[in-house]
T-cell receptor
């Protein structure tokens, strides 16, 4: 069965510092996709970054980068130069097998950025 | 691009009434739309997947007669919570994706907060 695990319920970081949010996954598929979404207190889910299982390089999008370690089945999100506006819930997700691009979400990590 | 809207953003209703929530993709055609439910401080739980012009596929444990989903066009899907009860109070979020658009990312609506009294 496919599963996403986020073991950090909450994280704190000082403004302007970098932070890593952990995500491990379990799948028997050879082809899969991994996503990170941000959910501020307002509730909307904001797409941050995507990593395909066959991508040779780690994905980067501005201050976000994904540390993809395929052998360890981990896809950690790194946020550089944290800003106060980064305070939110962060969800790691994996595209499920079986078509239709269904997503399986982890439990989420709440990030608090302190000034 | 890739904007998804939901209406209403919040709704309060009496127990026993039905509530309809709309999900629209504003600047792209969504071949597939998804409906999620999120309880406070929990993750998103997929309720159903709908493809334009066909019946929705419900996840295990989701009552299809209670949560009616219609995906009548490539830009609109609706979720109707029938005979709502207080335990149906939750945050409902839709998302939309389009085939052929790598990496088939799901774009989410802003969510609808339902409170059943």
């Amino acid at each position: 069965a496919q599963k996403i695990t986020q073991t950090q319920p909450g994280m704190f970081v000082q403004e302007k510092e970098a932070v890593t949010l952990d995500c491990t996954y379990d799948t028997s598929d050879q082809s899969y996709g991994l996503f990170w979404y941000k959910q501020p207190s307002s509730g909307e889910m904001i797409f941050l970054i995507y990593q395909g299982s066959y991508d040779e390089q780690n994905a980067t999008e501005g201050r976000y980068s994904l540390n993809f370690q395929k052998a360890r089945k981990s896809a950690n999100l790194v946020i550089s130069a944290s800003q106060l506006g980064d305070s939110a819930m962060y969800f790691c997700a994996m595209r499920a097998s079986g078509g239709y691009n269904k997503l399986i979400f982890g439990a989420g990590t709440r990030l608090a950025v302190h000034p | 691009g890739a904007v998804v809207s939901q209406h209403p953003s919040w709704v309060i209703c009496k127990s026993g009434t039905s509530v309809k929530i709309e999900c629209r993709s504003l600047d792209f055609q969504a071949t597939t739309m998804f409906w999620y439910r999120q309880f406070p401080k929990q993750s998103l739980m997929l309720m159903a997947t709908s493809n334009e012009g066909s019946k929705a596929t419900y996840e295990q444990g989701v009552e299809k007669d209670k949560f009616l989903i219609n995906h009548a066009s490539l830009t609109l899907s609706t979720l109707t919570v029938t005979s709502a009860h207080p335990e149906d109070s939750s945050f409902y979020i839709c998302s939309a994706s389009t085939s052929g658009r790598a990496p088939d990312t799901q774009y989410f609506g802003p969510g609808t907060r339902l409170t059943v009294l």
